[in-house]
């Protein structure tokens, strides 16, 4: 009988606790909060309701009646931290729950529900600066405008300030900066603020050395050559970063974190911790683009991070078109090997071996180049490259069969970089300049190529939902006369890569009963990219194309014009998958609607 009597007492207390337990998540559920702030602004409002843990218990998943009461009184912090923030140093913050002040409920209370939670804030009159100063400062420091007498007093206007008068020093040399004093008043029966911050500039130090942590398969010499650690200069954050990220661009590399030292040496110099961590080795990497006219193209990349030991790069690039196309199959194959900070650094030493198939509708070409340049790196984004090449040619076309070009070339290129996103950007622009002088033999003639493509991004409205995007291309061989200069050398226009809408390659010059390419190229393109959903947006776009056999453009040159609709879809890290389908506009060269799939944004 006992235990009988023993295990229904345990089975009446099991069932008084699930039904606590029910009535603890009815109540979580029908709980009701409400917060006020008279005489607040709207955005204060808005930031101490989103702030609140309370108001946010259900989102945070806070659901029985000791978690809600704790997020409770967690919220006299937070919502003093928020009007501090919003220069309100005066507030009064009553949070009842269930009628009781939060501050006075016993956080080990157990408390079998609650139904309802009433914050109410009196914010008092927002602060002003009264006596403003912050000294000594380095020359040439910027402070915040609004860090002066009669100017709104928020806590990160204060930050702000100390942040900004820690830089300035820092960039003259003086790592070890810092606050040293803070004498902050607040003058509640005014609403004004004092604040005298006082700064220690410390020692103006030199760069001292560069220790290696590092368990990597590049040798450690390699990677201070590469860093260009600058021992014995000034000491500057820029520099420091600039170190940093020389070994990060070679791509060997899945980490880089350059460290300062704690203290300084008593010599007056600053050492530093480098460490790195390598990264896989070998990298693969396939692409795909459908053209309704030029069919499938396939590319295929395999990079090798560091063949040697000193971060080499190796490159072997091959490509596929025409898979299906209305012309015959071709490729190309690049093969390039790059030597990080051979002449020091941010230069750069590469080889280069590029081997091509064209089979055209106007011409067939076979081309070759085998060549050795050098790399500048100026700042992150913007490079200067140079080389020389030797050049062997063969095509037929509309001037003859097996022609056969040679010529030693000076290819050169200028790049700058600034989109905030190479492969969806929303803003900032694209810069690329080619210029290749080339000087033939064996008949041979000599001239100059050249190619600017610009590009330039606007994002409009919250989060760059809609991007206005633009594109000018600007192209022209000047020297050689048209029949003797190589196809590849020459311009046409159609399709993905200049007018959408218009078959590829289907404007040229016409000769005889075929066709070249011009010697000048003029490409404008405007798109509108509106974001529908996160991953979904639509795009209009317009392209233009004029093409003509002299050097320069002119109003008489041939032109034509496509415009259409696009969809894409963000499949983030690789880019946008992407559709287009363009109509003819104008000109003689139309063949009905195009259609472009690929990868990434047009441009």
Known sequence: MKRIALRWRIFGQLCLLASWFGMSVSTAEALEAILTAPGAPSEVVDRLQAGSLSLTASQRGLDSPQEILAAARSDYRGLISILYDSGYYSPVIQIRVDGREAANINPLEMLHSINRIDINIETGSPFRFGDAQIAPLAPGTVLPDTFRTGQPAPTGVLQATGQAAISSWRDAGHAKVKISQQQIIARHSEAILDARIGVDPGPNLLFGEMELEVQSTVRPKAIRRIAGFPTGEQFSPEKARTAASRLRRTGTFSSVSLSEKETANPDGTL?????????????LQFGAEIASTQGVEVSFQWVHRNLFGGAERLTFDSRIRNIGGTSNVDGQLVLRLDRPAFFGADNDLFYLLDIELLDEEYYYLFRSQLGIGWRRVISPG???????????????????ADRKFYFLSLPSRFRWDRRDNATNATRGFYLNADATPFAGFKGTESGLYALIDGRVYWGLGANSRMVLAGRVQLGSVIGASIQNISPDLLFYSGGSGTVRGQPYQSLGIPVG???AGGRSFFGLSAEIRTRVTDNFSLVGFFDYGAIDADQFISSTSSSHSGAGLGLRYDVGGIGALRLDIAYPVEGSTSDGAQFYFGIGQAF
């Open 271 to 283: 050492d530093f911790e480098m460490s790195v961590v390598d990264a896989k080795p070998r990298r």
């Open 382 to 400: 913007k490079y200067f490259e140079t080389g020389i090449a030797a050049n062997y040619n063969m095509s037929d076309d509309v001037f003859g």
């Open 513 to 515: 009963p075929g066709f």
